[in-house]
């Protein structure tokens, strides 16, 4: 099997894309595959179903059942709920040269969110006595599931920050984390402490599906929340998605992807690491590249072997690039944005000589990170917008986390008594055309007598 796919021929370039763009529907398989759960055999939607039903009867009960028979994972349901203790000792091991790159991110993160707020409240006056506005308010309560709590290889520690002092911001009271735990209930300590530093109110030591429906029911130990957000595998997903209307999710998160587009100036080394930064996450995460520079295909393809032989994720990587990812030529730049926007990559990396000549001419990306020095890794730590991002075409329709994620928008409309009178006959005219006499009536009592 080929490395990873050098197209030459734009005609190869759509369907290729489409190949990736489908990759969840090829790799998933979750629908229809069985598992042995609960003395029966299961789908993914049944077991979530289950799970669900079982913590909206039994509560922190159920979430030890679970953890038990699922994780094969004992706490009692005293301990779901991580102690002051706890977070006192993960703050003493952290060494100091995490906790400092901790609070550059926390100082980074909270910067742009306090830069993206909004006014609280707006009025404008269009017609004399016809007042309108609107007002932000922030959700009350938010939940986020974080994975690789239990120390395991790549404990999310970034997302924690990213997805949380977004809201802390915005003006979220209260903000539960749920995470996998580990032999004891053991929780990673980075992690815990990343979780204080974001201003988190409550974290919960419960992975999976049983983990989202804690947050968005409520246990004993689980305050219920309105809204519940971060990655998560396809038991996560599911669960969101069959809670999705008691409570607000902000996406189905799918695999990392990155997109490129370079120039006659990009470096073939640089451009190969960053394609591997994204194809290491997972052997469904994808990475394209697109060059106008014939030479970089064989170049890039060059660098991909030689690095990938010292990486320490070599082999997931390698099976990333072998099935989703993509080598490009294209005849200009602007051809490149096309097909990135056909694409509609979660990260897009411009690595050209004036990458903000290209910003008007790309519709569709997640984040995009301009200039030959910009990588996207940069985005995952230490830039300051939030890393959850759409993947698999979402970007088309919509945004990755930001304050606004955590905000809702009430209407204010205040009239008075001359303008009200002066809309009185447009507004009747559109009730009675509806069939709707009441509303008319509602109108004009206020002007009888």
Request: charged share 20%; proline share 5%.
């Amino acid at each position: 099997m080929s490395l990873i796919a050098c197209i030459e021929n734009k005609r190869e370039i759509i369907p290729q894309l489409d190949l990736i763009l489908n990759r969840l529907n090829v790799d998933s398989g979750g629908v229809a595959k069985t598992y042995h759960t609960f003395g029966k055999a299961q789908t993914i939607p049944e077991i979530v179903s289950d799970i669900i039903a079982r913590v909206k009867s039994k509560g922190d009960e159920a979430v030890v059942e679970c953890l038990k028979s699922i994780d094969q994972v004992e706490v009692a349901a005293s301990a779901l709920k991580v102690s002051a203790q706890e977070f006192a000792a993960a703050r003493e091991c952290i060494s100091l040269s995490l906790e400092q790159s901790l609070q550059l991110m926390v100082r980074r993160i909270e910067a742009y969110a306090r830069a993206m707020m909004p006014k609280t409240m707006v009025w404008f006056e269009e017609d004399e006595g016809r007042e309108l506005g609107f007002k932000f308010s922030p959700i009350e309560s938010i939940g986020a599931y974080v994975p690789g709590g239990m120390s395991a290889s790549t404990p999310l520690i970034s997302t924690v920050l990213m997805n949380l002092i977004p809201a802390k911001v915005a003006g979220v009271k209260n903000m539960v984390v749920a995470t996998p735990c580990g032999e004891g209930g053991k929780l990673h300590p980075a992690l815990l402490r990343a979780c204080e530093l974001a201003g988190v109110t409550h974290v919960y030591r419960a992975g999976g599906a049983q983990g989202i429906a804690a947050m968005a029911l409520g246990t004993e130990s689980c305050p219920a929340c309105h809204k519940i957000i971060g990655p998560g595998n396809a038991f996560v997903q599911e669960a969101k998605r069959q809670l999705f209307g008691k409570i607000d999710i902000d996406m189905m998160a799918g695999p990392s992807e990155v997109a490129i587009i370079a120039d006659e100036g990009a470096d073939p080394s640089v451009l190969a690491a960053d394609l591997i930064a994204q194809a290491e996450h997972d052997p469904v995460a994808s990475s394209v590249l697109f060059t106008t520079e014939y030479r970089h295909i064989e170049m890039v393809y060059a660098e991909l072997e030689a690095q990938l032989q010292v990486l320490p994720k070599g082999e997931i990587a390698r099976e990333s690039l072998s099935r989703y990812g993509a080598l490009c030529y294209v005849e200009s730049l602007e051809q490149a944005c096309l097909f990135s926007d056909h694409l509609a990559p979660e990260h897009l990396e411009l690595a050209v000589s004036d990458p903000k000549a290209l910003l008007p001419m790309i519709n569709h990306a997640g984040a995009i990170f301009c200039g030959y020095h910009t990588p996207e890794v940069a985005g995952d730590y230490i830039a300051g917008p939030s890393h959850t991002l759409p993947t698999c075409g979402a970007a088309r329709f919509s945004s990755g986390i930001t304050v606004y994620s955590f905000l809702k928008s009430s209407s204010l409309l205040n009239f008075s008594k001359l303008a009200m009178q002066a809309d009185l006959s447009a507004l009747t005219v559109m009730a009675r055309a509806e069939n709707l006499e009441g509303h008319a009536r509602s109108a004009e009592s206020r002007f009888k007598g």
